[in-house]
């Protein structure tokens, strides 16, 4: 039976890293607010999808969002999940591929119920990105078409989102406006001493070589600058996992650093917005942590030393008077953010942010109104045997779900704990899997360069 309108707002966010956390809960928080103004707010339970970068306690604990409850589960077990006891909302935070697996799955589920005549509604699925789009648009797009809400985090990607479901002939009516979820803080005031912040990321750039230009930069800035206090932000500890694989980390690059760092010059970790507290100069290659300085006015820089590349993503920034090379760092130079570009990526614009949300609130409630009253169409999904036959299977099969949506035979089960033999065994693989990214892959890698 349909739960009465004065319980709470059931959400469930499913993640697979650590920023996809941050972002899909604080989405949830956002955009179900007020959604069901008679209920008593809601309650978040969080699913971490089980794999190569299921973060690690003390990454949640960094992330700092917290959940009424939280497990690790793969996509099979959180879809039997889901069939026993459905939420009123869910948020997949997840990469394509993992979104649409858990579409299609979800689809089955809630096809299968109506088909019984289960007294269920179906749940308002939602889903986004967790920063900066800037390569496999219309892949990740695609992928995560069949959600009701695909959440474009400025109007820039609301525009080339529809452009691109409206170009395969895809309904484009969940591309929804908003922002992401995590800028905020206190407006930028110069701090002493003078604190310059290179917020680094676990792929861009690739090469030990360019990773090693960047750190060597870093100390000469510091060397140049000595009443200056130069910081490494890092994602992650060598053997964890983020969003992306990090093959070479910048604690062991550090080594390379003739000289080592000099004393005002180190490697922090922890809540970017905690760092961005005392930031003065925030620099990076095109980490979204540059729209959140952005937003708090704090001078960035997009670095251009390695080149404008969309390989690089600071392709992303051209128009954002925010591009600079660390020769020009070093000679004083302050970029000026271009107001324009700003408001078309949802950044400071004109101090609207909170309303920012306003339109998928209102989505999020008209689809909630539609569920109560049976109405909701079913998920559809843009890609299906008809559209992509010799695609799709293998994404499903990934997450061991078969080409209708079903668990495929050896799935694992969701009704029991692993055992401890399971356990021990699943620890094993991940940490064998992280061995290979971080040591052997490399080493291989110098080995085909000889």
Not at 311 to 325: E, M, P, R, V
Request: proline share 7%; charged share 25%; net charge neutral.
């Amino acid at each position: 039976m349909p739960a009465s309108n004065r319980n709470p707002l059931r959400v469930a966010v499913l993640a697979d890293s650590d920023t996809r956390w941050k972002w899909g809960a604080l989405t949830a928080n956002r955009i179900v607010s007020d959604s069901r103004p008679e209920s008593d707010g809601h309650r978040l339970s969080g699913y971490l999808l089980r794999g190569r970068a299921t973060p690690t306690p003390r990454q949640l604990e960094e992330v700092g969002v917290r959940a009424e409850s939280l497990r690790e589960v793969t996509a099979v077990e959180f879809l039997r999940e889901m069939e026993r006891d459905a939420p009123d909302v869910i948020v997949l935070a997840l990469v394509g591929g993992a979104v649409q697996a858990v579409l299609h799955g979800l689809a089955r589920v809630t096809e299968d119920a109506r088909l019984t005549g289960a007294a269920k509604k179906r749940p308002v699925v939602v889903t986004g990105y967790v920063g900066v789009v800037y390569e496999k648009l219309a892949d990740g797009l695609l992928l995560r078409h069949g959600a009701d809400v695909v959440l474009a985090n400025s109007r820039q990607d609301a525009e080339r989102f529809r452009a691109v479901y409206e170009g395969v002939g895809a309904d484009a009516s969940s591309v929804t406006e908003a922002a992401l979820p995590f800028l905020g803080g206190a407006p930028y005031a110069e701090h002493d001493p003078y604190t310059v912040v290179f917020a680094a990321q676990p792929s861009v750039p690739e090469s030990a070589a360019h990773r090693t230009y960047l750190l060597r930069r870093l100390a000469e800035h510091a060397r140049l600058h000595p009443d200056r206090e130069v910081l490494l932000k890092l994602r992650s500890k060598p053997g964890e996992h983020t969003t992306h694989i990090e093959e070479l980390p910048y604690q062991k690059l550090v080594q390379r650093i003739e000289g080592g760092l000099p004393a005002n010059c180190r490697l922090v970790y922890g809540h970017m917005g905690e760092v961005l507290d005392r930031t003065d100069l925030l620099v990076t290659v095109s980490s979204t942590a540059a729209l959140e300085s952005l937003h708090r006015r704090i001078p960035t820089a997009v670095l251009t030393d390695l080149g404008v590349r969309e390989a690089l993503g600071n392709h992303h920034f051209t128009g954002s008077g925010c591009l600079a090379s660390f020769d020009q760092l070093d000679a004083g130079h302050l970029p000026v953010p271009d107001e324009r570009w700003l408001a078309r990526q949802g950044v400071a614009a004109d101090g609207a942010y909170e309303r920012a949300f306003d339109e998928a609130k209102r989505k999020v409630t008209d689809l909630l109104a539609d569920a109560e009253a049976g109405r909701i169409p079913p998920l559809k999904p843009y890609y299906s045997l008809t559209t992509a036959r010799g695609y799709l299977p293998g994404i499903l099969a990934r997450h061991h779900l078969a080409p209708d949506g079903s668990p495929l035979p050896g799935a694992p089960a969701a009704d029991k704990d692993p055992g401890p033999v399971r356990q021990i065994v699943r620890r094993a693989a991940r940490g064998a899997y992280r061995h290979g990214v971080q040591r052997v892959a490399p080493v291989i890698r110098r080995m085909g360069e000889l």
